[in-house]
């Protein structure tokens, strides 16, 4: 969203360049304004400098104050966060151990009974 609208802002690939350069510029002024001894980055910080980094050529990352593998971790972690989702459990549900318990008791106490005996009892009793 940040370099679409650095993309409205200067469409020249040079001012896009200036203005991301100047935007992480000024944010790290501001990031360090926030602390006294050492200002701890927040998510959102680190986040937008590597939204910006992104914008600016390899060999000019320096400006930021970070080095390039600081922000191609940053980078990592927000390509990471954005691709993490609940997955759906896939296949057949679990078989309640009761019924377990139960189809094998039958099975100890009826030897001669093979399987399509066993389900027909069950399915007699409403069990699945």
């Known amino acids: 969203m ?3 609208l650095v993309s ?3 469409p020249d ?5 200036l203005l991301a350069e100047n935007m992480m510029l000024r944010h790290r002024v501001a990031v360090e304004t926030r602390g006294k001894p050492r200002p701890r980055l927040h998510l959102r910080d680190r986040l937008f400098f590597a939204a910006l980094s992104r914008m600016i050529p ?10 390039p593998k600081t922000l191609m971790h940053w980078h990592r972690e927000a390509v990471a966060r954005k691709w993490t989702f609940r997955h759906k459990k896939v296949g057949r549900p ?3 151990p ?5 189809v094998v008791q039958m099975a100890k106490d009826n030897p001669s009974w093979g399987v399509w005996r066993i ?3 069950c399915q007699g ?3 699945a």
Do not use: Q, Y
């Open 2 to 4: 940040l370099r679409g």
């Open 8 to 10: 409205l802002i200067a």
């Open 13 to 17: 690939a040079m001012m896009k360049e």
């Open 58 to 67: 390899r060999g000019r990352w320096g400006v930021s104050g970070f080095s």
């Open 94 to 96: 679990p078989t309640d």
């Open 98 to 102: 009761v019924l377990v318990a139960l």
């Open 119 to 121: 389900k027909g009892e």
């Open 125 to 127: 009793w409403a069990i």
